[in-house]
């Protein structure tokens, strides 16, 4: 089961501006119509860029963190433009050695954790009820790997 879509182009994530933000009754207006996913989404895209503009320097984090590199945002951006509409969004953010780390966490015994270092490959450490653990690497080039895939489909 490989997920394939129409990819966002990764310039796109450079040249937004800073987060706008959606105010709550707008929030609820989408998801009580079913349109909060694009919202979502966009919203996870601007704070893609964001994290990009924030740790672009080496030291970002004040204890020698390298710079997030360019390839892994664009690695960042198009995994969440691939990311089923059935599937919740994760949570994103910067890794010390300059890649972007996405999580999915129910509660403390089903978390995924996905690092993207711009290699084309992704690193992927999950928990599911407390007690499976699995962890791998994949080829990432335009699809989401099946084993991923179906990892993610347990976090709905």
């Known amino acids: 089961m490989l997920l394939t879509m129409q990819a966002t182009p990764c310039f796109d994530i450079i040249r937004t501006p800073q987060s706008a933000s959606i105010d709550t009754t707008?929030?609820?207006?989408?998801?009580?119509?079913?349109?909060?996913e694009s919202e979502t989404r966009q919203?996870?895209?601007a704070e893609l860029a964001d994290i990009y503009r924030d740790c672009l320097a080496p030291g970002w984090d004040g204890y020698g963190a390298k710079s997030v590199e360019h390839s892994a945002v664009c690695e960042a951006d198009l995994f969440i433009s691939l990311i089923p509409s059935f599937a919740p969004l994760p949570y994103i953010s910067a890794t010390p050695s300059g890649g972007i780390?996405?999580?999915w966490r129910k509660d403390r015994d089903n978390i995924l954790m996905l690092t993207l270092t711009g290699k084309?490959?992704?690193?992927?450490?999950?928990?599911l009820n407390g007690r499976r653990r699995?962890?791998?690497t994949e080829l990432f080039?335009?699809?989401?790997?099946?084993i991923v895939a179906k990892l993610i489909s347990n976090f709905k």
């Open 26 to 36: 707008t929030i609820e207006y989408l998801e009580r119509f079913g349109l909060a």
């Open 43 to 45: 919203e996870l895209m």
């Open 134 to 136: 699995m962890h791998g």
């Open 120 to 127: 084309q490959q992704l690193a992927y450490a999950a928990v």
């Open 101 to 103: 780390a996405l999580e």
């Open 141 to 146: 080039i335009d699809e989401i790997p099946e």
